[in-house]
């Protein structure tokens, strides 16, 4: 005979977490799963293209998910126009964000150009070049070659940001291998 379900009063609902990244970005496959492996048993996650619904707009239902929910994480890798206007929005709203980039994070320009400029290699990403009047705010590595350092980078950023935000649930470490 099965447990029965845990019936959790309303006001412990999990809190809502959106993410931010570029599907451009090969690696960022493997960051959405360590992503999810960190915090899908404390939060619901959240992001697109999965947060979309058929026929809507995708731009409203992006910021309605923002809005609605608790703290947000952003992977700058690519540097893509609606990564940053997602991370703004989230700026504007005051929802507290763990800021990601690997450390040969580039800017993808290339999907601009697509194969008319087939010698043009994206530039590597610099705040103080790309984002200057961002430069200050601090971001953490990940690593997409190591998987457990980078759960654990993700782990320790989001307890740094927990001192700062009461709204925010208690997540045990991830212990992957």
């Known amino acids: 005979m099965s447990e029965p379900a845990e019936i959790r009063p309303a006001s412990a609902a999990k809190p809502e977490l959106f993410f931010s990244y570029s599907t451009a970005e090969e690696t960022n496959v493997l960051l959405r799963t360590i992503v999810w492996i960190v915090f899908s048993s404390y939060c619901n996650v959240r992001w697109t293209p999965s947060a979309l619904t058929s026929g809507q707009s995708q731009l409203a239902q992006i910021e309605k998910e923002i809005s609605g929910s608790t703290f947000g994480i952003v992977c700058l890798d690519g540097l893509r126009p609606n990564v940053v206007h997602e991370w703004g929005y989230m700026r504007g709203l005051g ?18 150009v697509e194969t008319s400029v087939p010698q043009l290699q994206n530039p590597k990403l610099r705040m103080d070049a790309h984002l200057s ?42 212990e992957l291998w």
């Open 133 to 174: 009047n961002l430069k200050d705010i601090n971001y953490a590595r990940w690593y997409p070659d190591d998987v457990p350092k980078s759960a654990k980078a993700i782990w320790d950023e989001f307890n740094k940001m927990k001192g700062t935000s009461s709204s925010l649930p208690d997540i045990k470490e991830p």
């Open 95 to 112: 929802k507290p964000v763990i800021l990601l980039m690997r450390e040969d994070a580039t800017v993808d320009v290339r999907h601009f």
